[in-house]
């Protein structure tokens, strides 16, 4: 079967580095996703990879190994506003997305 | 408009009711997917929309039907609810049919069926 898995939950301090791993099996694959989702609120897109490697956008960066079936979302300089959940998702061969449950992420000062 | 809107923003309805959630985008994507959350479960498919015209069932169809007659909305009807519907209802378009063009998603229906 087709199976995301990642952390129900991790703590951070402000102004800290965290890493979100993600790990997939899935029937084919077209790449990974990553989305946050503030609590009450719709997920918004954070992140695509179809190759291997790190793909840096400002305070967020994303790791896809495909031989691996990895990925990974580092934040950076965490700031309260980054309290959220992270859904990682991936692409099977029909296109369609296969979510994980979502890591939530708490904040502390 | 801007973006993708549903309707109602929340609802509480009695089992065994009809119901039909509402989505509208007014970005011309092509393609359309409802989805459903539940806590402690990732997003759930229930069915997409290639492009107008077109219809197909995701991971967790049963009960629920859709319609795609234009671009611009795809509703998502519920025939005679029951309680194990009760979730928060997502839409989301994107612009490509290939599925790997990013997913907007609407502010969701939250849902209550007693």
């Known amino acids: 079967g087709q199976n995301i898995d990642q952390p129900t939950e991790m703590t951070a301090t402000e102004g800290a580095i965290v890493q979100i791993n993600c790990t997939y099996q899935t029937s084919g694959f077209n790449g990974l996703f990553w989305y946050q989702q503030h609590a009450g609120e719709a997920p918004t897109f954070l992140s695509y990879?179809?190759l291997d490697g790190l793909e840096e956008k400002g305070r967020f960066s994303s790791f896809l190994s495909r031989s691996k079936g990895y990925s990974y979302l580092l934040l950076k300089e965490l700031q309260m506003k980054d309290s959220a959940s992270y859904l990682c998702?991936?692409?099977?061969?029909?296109?369609?997305?296969?979510w994980g449950a979502g890591t939530k992420l708490i904040i502390k000062p | 408009i801007a973006g993708i809107t549903q309707a109602p923003t929340s609802q509480i309805l009695a089992a065994g009711r009809r119901m039909t959630l509402r989505c509208t985008q007014d970005m011309r994507h092509n393609a359309m997917y409802w989805y459903r959350q539940d806590l402690g479960l990732g997003l759930r498919l229930i069915h997409y929309s290639n492009t107008a015209g077109t219809t197909g069932k995701g991971e967790v169809p049963d009960g629920y039907s859709v319609s795609r007659a234009n671009t611009d909305d795809f509703p998502l009807t519920l025939a005679s609810a029951v309680p194990s519907q009760t979730s928060v209802y997502f839409c989301?378009?994107?612009?490509?049919?290939?599925?790997?063009?990013?997913?907007?998603f609407g502010p969701g229906t939250r849902l209550t069926v007693l």
């Open positions: 998702a991936a692409l099977d061969s029909n296109y369609q997305l296969i």
């Open positions: 990879n179809v």
């Open positions: 989301a378009s994107s612009g490509g049919r290939s599925g790997t063009d990013t997913q907007y």
